[in-house]
């Protein structure tokens, strides 16, 4: 990625919007692409924009916020590097960035008015980040920091939702050191899926239909995290649901609903299919065709989880409905993917809120911290 050159002006009027993304996740591309759809939607009247990225490494630079720039381009994923823009820093006594120039020296950038932390993964959508805002005082879109960790770890995410009365598939947890039992394998009988309890974006999940591809499996999984989830394969449709924090204090609200369904030589709904070659490796029902009953309980659910994680600003919710018409809730995602094909944005375009809209109205929300 070549900047171009970084300026950065204050308009007075405007909402000063600092969009982070990037980050030292392996969902580092995606959410430059994220990033990049982010920027292309917001009003240049209404915003002015502070587009900071952060290097696989942690290092923050200000960049050029070039949306083409942040595109998948060839199925090459963009990412920042050192040589994406100028260093900067967060200041721990207000609002603003301090920008490192090398010719000019350190020079303060103005005060933000609320941060869009456009991260996925660990070190952004797992409290870290949030938690850093919250000490700086700063307003910033999406989940807190409690919100934020308990949806990223899909052991607490299960644990909570089920103590809230939300069904959740049979799983175990395999924490450091700990393998399977012999009682859990009859447990959860074949096939099983063994991800990292805390990733996203597919990254670390294996489909297992032979326990002797089990400790490979689990393998694969803790090259991301110590902690491993084994879950029973539940036979069902993927339905998604997106929601958002209710306006002025109101409940929160519920997206009509997606269905994805994987095609092709895909065997599952992994990072290739959802974002290579999601075009032709995916096909989507928006709405889903559902009985009313049915998409009446997922969007309750999709509530539910929502406010038993104490959610904020918006969440993604992922369920399985069986062929008997069962619904189980499978994850939450509090930074959910915003890129062209991403659900999230799609399913609201689809109940009325385009995507320009939809960041506004997730930017206004942010500022009521204030």
Request: glycine share 10%.
């Amino acid at each position: 990625m070549r900047p171009g050159k970084v300026t950065a002006v204050t308009t007075p009027g405007k909402t000063r919007v600092a969009i982070v993304f990037g980050g030292r996740s392996p969902e580092h591309g995606i959410s430059c692409v994220s990033a990049g759809s982010v920027l292309g939607a917001l009003d240049p009247d209404e915003f002015e924009v502070v587009p900071v990225g952060i290097t696989r490494t942690g290092q923050w630079v200000l960049t050029d916020g070039d949306p083409e720039r942040l595109a998948i381009e060839a199925r090459r994923l963009p990412e920042i590097t050192a040589e994406s823009g100028t260093d900067i820093v967060l200041r721990a006594d207000g609002n603003g960035l301090l920008v490192l120039d090398p010719t000019e020296g350190p020079r303060a950038l103005a005060d933000v008015d609320v941060v869009f932390p456009v991260l996925h993964g660990a070190y952004g959508e797992d409290g870290t980040i949030q938690g850093m805002l919250e000490m700086a005082g700063i307003p910033y879109v999406g989940a807190k920091v409690f919100a934020s960790a308990a949806a990223m770890d899909k052991e607490f995410t299960k644990k909570l939702c089920a103590a809230d009365g939300i069904p959740v598939g049979p799983y175990a947890v395999l924490r450091s050191g700990m393998a399977l039992s012999e009682a859990e394998k009859q447990r959860l009988g074949l096939p099983v899926f063994v991800k990292p309890s805390r990733a996203g974006s597919s990254f670390g999940i294996t489909k297992v239909n032979d326990w002797a591809d089990l400790e490979t499996a689990i393998a694969t999984a803790r090259e991301i995290d110590s902690k491993v989830l084994v879950e029973a394969a539940i036979v069902g449709r993927e339905i998604e649901c997106g929601v958002l924090e209710g306006e002025a204090g109101g409940m929160p609200e519920a997206s009509v609903l997606a269905e994805v369904r994987v095609v092709g030589d895909y065997d599952f709904y992994d990072f290739e299919a959802k974002y290579i070659d999601a075009e032709s490796a995916c096909e989507y029902d928006i709405p889903a065709d559902l009985p009313q009953q049915v998409t009446r309980q997922v969007r309750e659910y999709a509530v539910r989880a929502f406010t038993a994680l104490d959610c904020a600003g918006l969440a993604r919710a992922d369920f399985f409905v069986t062929p008997e018409l069962d619904v189980y809730l499978n994850e939450i995602n509090t930074m959910p993917g915003f890129t062209p094909t991403s659900m999230f944005p799609r399913m609201w375009a689809a109940s009325g809120l385009e995507y320009p809209k939809l960041v506004d109205r997730l930017i206004r929300t942010a500022l009521t911290q204030r």
